[in-house]
């Protein structure tokens, strides 16, 4: 009885060894099949991701906003939602040196024309600081309140106008900066590991 309560025991054991690598293999299976399957979806969201990507390039971020949240991850999409905001920023702006512009001409046609004049001064290559100056203290002399809506809008050119370029460069910068880690991260998603 000894004997066979011990083949018994020997039995157990091996059954419960060959199980355990049997399970271990099967996991080892089932990694391997996640990883396969995670590379073929990787590989079916290249193209879409290759499209966003040309969409990025050509600057039309409206029209892929929510493409960017569910292709990329989130550090892409946070960096794409401050380049938004920039964008943004940079077309108010914009608009409120355009409508600075629209006041100054309605007050008085020669002042409109001698800015002109000088802001195109400052759009030579070799424009110095002086060209600025000259160009901002012109401006001061012109700051309009304006109502709209419900609040009053101060229309300072100088003001806009360095709040502009502190946009015109850190926009075209994160741009560039984004479109690489976006080429990256596609790059990145269709290598096997």
Not at 41 to 47: G, K, R, S, V, W
Not at 72 to 87: D, P, S, T
Not at 169 to 183: F, R, T, V
Request: charged share 25%; hydrophobic share 40%.
């Amino acid at each position: 009885m000894v004997v066979i309560t011990a083949i018994y025991v020997v039995a157990t054991i091996l059954i419960c060894y060959f199980n355990g690598k049997s399970a271990s293999a099967a996991q080892k299976q089932i990694i391997e099949a996640n990883r396969q399957q995670q590379q073929n979806a990787n590989i079916q969201l290249y193209t879409l991701r290759r499209q966003v990507l040309n969409i990025f390039i050509n600057e039309k971020y409206d029209e892929i906003f929510w493409d960017v949240s569910f292709l990329f991850n989130e550090e892409i999409f946070e960096k794409f939602k401050y380049l938004c905001e920039i964008k943004r920023e940079w077309t108010q702006v914009s608009n409120k040196i355009n409508s600075y512009k629209k006041i100054l001409a309605e007050k008085s046609e020669s002042s409109y024309i001698e800015l002109e004049n000088l802001i195109l001064n400052t759009k030579n290559p070799c424009t110095i600081e002086s060209d600025w100056e000259e160009l901002y203290k012109f401006c001061d002399n012109y700051i309009f309140e304006q109502q709209v809506g419900n609040k009053i809008e101060i229309y300072n050119y100088r003001e806009l106008d360095m709040e502009l370029r502190k946009l015109v460069k850190e926009g075209p910068n994160l741009h560039i900066e984004l479109a690489l880690e976006m080429q990256d991260f596609i790059k990145k998603s269709i290598e096997m590991p």
